[in-house]
């Protein structure tokens, strides 16, 4: 078969300045994915520790006035299991980049984010200033 002049396909050109497109806008959209899952992750890790926070605060109330002291055991009080497995990271599905300092009377729980400006401290439990790495929550006794 013979092909008439007057048939039109597509330039060489044509063809790279649309796959060229196509590429920038599938790297815009990975980006903003990103991003998305980011911001996910970190409205979990606050989510788990106002888990935890409530989680301690009712274990405070059942035993004797006393906040838990570790995270590797179950919380339970009146026998039954108030916190039976501490929450893991969203990324990493580890128990540690949670932190939990107790003692007798006090305790902090800490996540680090990953959007460093979406906690509500700089340095763990010691600092809760205007540098915003770590979400961490404290007894509210």
Same mark, same amino acid.
């Given at each position: 078969?013979?092909?008439?002049?007057?048939?039109?396909?597509?330039?060489?050109?044509?063809?790279?300045?649309?796959?060229? *497109?196509?590429? $920038?806008? +599938? =790297?815009?959209?990975?980006?903003?994915?990103?991003?998305?899952?980011?911001?996910?992750?970190?409205?979990?890790?606050?989510?788990? *520790?106002?888990? $935890?926070? +409530? =989680?301690?605060?009712?274990?405070?109330?059942?035993?004797?006035?006393?906040y838990p002291t570790n995270s590797t055991t179950p919380w339970q009080g009146n026998n039954l299991d108030i916190l039976s497995v501490f929450p893991k990271d969203p990324k990493t599905n580890d128990v540690y980049p949670y932190t939990y300092t107790a003692l007798t009377n006090t305790y902090c729980v800490c996540a680090l984010m990953e959007n460093t400006t979406a906690g509500n401290s700089g340095a763990g439990c010691t600092d809760f200033g205007i540098i915003t790495t770590y979400f961490c929550a404290k007894n509210q006794q």
């Open positions: 078969m013979k092909k008439n002049k007057n048939e039109k396909g597509f330039t060489l050109f044509e063809l790279l300045v649309s796959i060229s *497109i196509i590429g $920038i806008l +599938t =790297a815009l959209a990975s980006v903003a994915f990103s991003g998305a899952q980011k911001k996910a992750r970190d409205a979990r890790r606050v989510q788990d *520790i106002k888990a $935890i926070q +409530t =989680a301690a605060e009712q274990y405070y109330s059942q035993n004797s006035y006393v």
